[in-house]
């Protein structure tokens, strides 16, 4: 049985990972009121960001087990969010994003040794909807907030290969394998707060560039 100290860490990450969801989708609005366009489809960003935090709050609770639904939350919820950046006009597939994602999905060679091949191929979905919200992030956000999401967003990367190992640790080891999730979810939730108050209504509009990140 997992120490009780790494599952509240973990539901704290998730709960972190869902308010940068939502975070996102408030700065989204407020982009679209410069921009003017119609942000109906905005809402798909959290409707993503709760069918991800249902799947995974169901598997915690049913012991890392994932049936038919709870699967197709936690996969169909990372695709919803995807659509959403893209149909906003989201233009900026960088090659770092694009080495990021061959790296996540690369890792899934390391399917089974930590839970279950179907529990540990579903966690790359939400990882890859995450480095799509922080390079989106990315494109907006400048001088130390911009270094601080590329970090976070790498840390995304190194977990998805590291997580594989918590299944054979215990106490200090186990929360230096974590520490690259908890980190990338802290520094992604700030950074957002900081960009959210940086384009707050006495704030000039966003340039071009940061109109096609998000």
């Known amino acids: 049985m997992a120490e009780s100290w790494y599952n509240a860490l973990m539901s704290l990450s998730g709960v972190l990972t869902l308010t940068g969801v939502f975070l996102t989708w ?34 915690v609770v049913s012991g890392n087990t994932l049936n038919g639904w709870v699967l197709s939350l936690i996969l169909i919820g990372p695709a919803i969010i995807g659509y959403a950046l893209f149909e906003f006009g989201f233009e900026g597939v960088s090659g770092r994003l694009i080495i990021q994602g061959v790296l996540t999905l690369l890792s899934l060679f390391g399917a089974g040794h930590y839970s279950t091949v179907t529990v540990d191929v579903a966690y790359v979905g939400p990882f890859l909807a995450i480095l799509l919200l922080m390079n989106a992030q990315i494109l907006i956000t400048q001088g130390s907030g911009r270094v601080l999401v590329v970090i976070s967003s790498w840390l995304i990367v190194l977990f998805s290969w590291t997580r594989y190992m918590l299944g054979d640790t215990t106490g200090f080891v186990k929360a230096v394998i974590v520490a690259p999730y908890v980190l990338a979810t802290i520094i992604w939730v700030v950074t957002l707060i900081s960009l959210y108050l940086s384009i707050s209504a006495d704030c000039s509009p966003l340039h071009r560039t940061g109109q096609e990140g998000l």
């Open 26 to 59: 408030i700065i989204q609005r407020k982009i679209e009121k410069v921009t003017g366009k119609n942000g109906s489809y905005s809402l798909l960003l959290p409707i993503g960001g709760i069918m991800i935090a249902l799947g995974f709050a169901w598997s």
